[in-house]
């Protein structure tokens, strides 16, 4: 069992990655669903769309399946902290407490980079730093 200050991960701004297989039909619905692209290229097959506080990315052939998605570095309006952990950083705790990684950031490396891991249920759960 983890006390609560070993417990505390933080992990960054959390959406779902969405794979649509159509990303104009996809956009059209969420948005009577009352959601608004926030960022992204139409055009490149990507797309991030705001409901409130509510984050969704939909992302055509780039991805097999859905994920959950945490951007350490940024809070949910897509704007960088003043503080977080690293993803590098991360992923030495996530190994430290016996998860698995399936895809590592370089330890070597600074700035952006993402580790991907999967939950005991095959959810693919990326953690994805872009600053």
């Known amino acids: 069992m983890y006390t609560t200050l070993e417990a505390k991960v933080e992990l960054g701004a ?7 297989k159509d990303i ?7 948005e009577k669903l009352g959601f608004a692209v926030f960022l992204g290229d139409q ?11 509510h984050v969704i990315g939909l992302f055509q052939g780039m991805f097999d399946r859905n994920l959950l998605t945490f951007n350490p570095g940024w809070d949910s309006n897509a704007q960088q902290l003043k503080e977080f952990t690293d993803v590098r950083e991360l992923q030495r705790r996530l190994k430290e407490r016996g998860i698995d990684i399936v895809s590592e950031a ?3 490396s600074v700035g952006p980079a993402s580790l991907m891991i ?3 249920d095959g959810n693919p759960i990326l953690i994805d730093q872009h600053v």
């Open 24 to 30: 104009e039909a996809s956009r059209r619905f969420y």
């Open 43 to 53: 055009s490149q097959n990507w797309l991030i769309m705001k409901n409130g506080d």
């Open 118 to 120: 999967v939950d005991p």
């Open 14 to 20: 959390f959406s779902v990655s969405l794979a649509v």
């Open 106 to 108: 370089d330890e070597s």
